[in-house]
């Protein structure tokens, strides 16, 4: 556990932060997670129930360690009171710009003077997010991956203005709650979301194009290239919806190799959003 942190805020209790508060809980730091409404708190808290009775099952953790890991972890819907006396706040709030902005505006006037400010984008301008803090040598992108609580990669983006201290910081964090730090660059897509969004984005057009079924493309990238998860399965664990907003972002920036296929737009207007609707690639 890294010295200087005790209290770890985490704003969003959806897929990706209540994953981040469950790491953070687990290393020992005090957790305070937020979200805009009870319900979420309490779907986020069940998820991370059940992601600890899951390791328990597993015998991968003690029933005793996973309910001190539950203990850690206080629940709130005000932004000011999950962020009082927090070492690191890390934002996991839907990926829309105007929200990341609103929030580090907050997070610059009522955060610690000294805490590392860190969001979770996976695509968007982390020295834009940086920015609108009025603190910028202190925030840093921590894109963790889903599921967080198995995933060992913390993606590091250092935004223009972010310090070498405040890199030095997020790497110690990384450290305590158990993941490997690759750091790069504040560019579009950062280096794994440009790799991995250009690469479902070819199967998709593949599958356009008539070229092989979904089932034997992903197969092909599990058994040829020890990929765990195909990028067509990838994608609809993502959400198709959610590979789409990415894309158009990485088309606006980047040009033409992001342009989204046709195929998935059409897919996205029937609802077939992947697991979550219950159709995307494959039905479940």
């Known amino acids: 556990m890294s010295n200087d942190i005790e209290k770890v805020a985490v704003l969003g209790a959806g897929t990706m932060g209540h994953g981040i508060a469950q790491v953070s809980a687990a290393a020992g730091y005090q957790v305070a997670m937020r979200d805009i409404d009870d319900a979420a ?3 986020g808290l069940a998820g991370i129930g059940k992601s600890l009775d899951k390791l328990v099952s597993k015998g991968r953790l003690e029933q005793d360690a996973a309910d ?22 890390v ?35 982390v020295t834009e ?13 921590l894109h963790f991956f889903n599921p967080v609580p198995i995933m060992k990669l913390l993606e590091i983006v250092r935004g223009l ?28 897509g950062f280096a794994t979301s440009r790799l991995g969004i250009i690469l479902g984005c070819e199967a998709i057009r593949m599958v356009e194009q008539g070229v092989a079924s979904p089932a034997d493309i ?36 980047l ?19 992947g697991r979550k609707a219950g159709e995307g690639f494959y039905e479940y």
């Open 41 to 43: 708190l309490e779907k």
């Open 68 to 89: 001190a890991i539950r203990g850690r972890i206080t629940t709130t819907t005000s932004l000011e009171g999950a962020i009082e006396g927090a070492d690191v706040i």
């Open 91 to 125: 934002e996991a709030i839907p990926e829309k710009m105007s929200l990341k902005v609103e929030t580090f505006q907050a997070l610059g006037k009522h955060g610690k003077a000294d805490a590392l400010l860190a969001t979770n984008t996976s695509s968007l301008s």
């Open 129 to 141: 997010i940086a920015a609108a803090s009025g603190a910028p040598e202190r925030v840093v992108g």
């Open 161 to 188: 203005g972010t310090s070498d201290a405040t890199i030095e910081r997020a790497r110690a964090y990384g450290d305590a709650i158990g993941k490997e730090s690759v750091v790069v660059n504040d560019w579009p």
């Open 218 to 253: 992903d197969k092909a990238m599990k058994l040829g290239y020890r990929h765990p998860m195909g990028p067509l399965e990838l994608t609809d664990l993502v959400g198709l919806d959610v590979r789409l907003h990415i894309m158009e972002h990485l088309f606006a920036e």
């Open 255 to 273: 040009g033409e190799q992001f342009r989204p296929p046709a195929l998935l737009r059409q897919m996205v207007r029937a609802g077939k959003l």
